[in-house]
């Protein structure tokens, strides 16, 4: 599950990374960062939410309010097989979405133009 995962956050458009603190894989669009996962096992996943999901994920078992991140409404899924596949990139793609929606406008328009001529 952790190379589906992986691939999936690499192929959302316009996606850059970046290897921070204790091997941990960071996911931009943008500048703006809207995914981590833990390079070593277990493999944790952390990402940004809407309010209401941060409030209804964090009452699953094995996901907790992210460490140092958890006030701007990020989860930390404890390892990557807590959810479905299926169900894990619909809230990365969320984050994505979420995190791309406040970018300023001709940032978007940027990213969308170079997707469509890619």
């Known amino acids: 599950m952790f190379d589906n995962t992986l691939a999936f956050c690499r192929a959302l458009p316009a996606v850059t990374t970046e290897m921070k603190w204790d ?6 669009v943008g500048e703006k960062l809207f995914a981590m996962l833990s ?7 952390s990402f940004k939410c ?8 964090i009452g699953t078992p094995g996901i907790v309010p ?26 990365l793609q969320k984050a994505y979405d979420l995190v791309f929606g406040s970018l300023p406008e ?11 001529s890619a």
């Open 66 to 91: 992210a460490p140092h991140l958890a006030r701007y409404h990020w989860v930390q899924l404890n390892q990557d097989d807590t959810l479905p596949s299926s169900e894990l990139e619909n809230l």
């Open 23 to 28: 091997n941990e894989l960071r996911f931009f």
């Open 106 to 116: 001709n940032e978007q328009q940027y990213i969308r133009s170079h997707e469509a």
């Open 39 to 45: 390079m070593n096992e277990p493999h944790r996943i």
């Open 50 to 57: 809407i309010p209401a999901q941060f409030h209804k994920l």
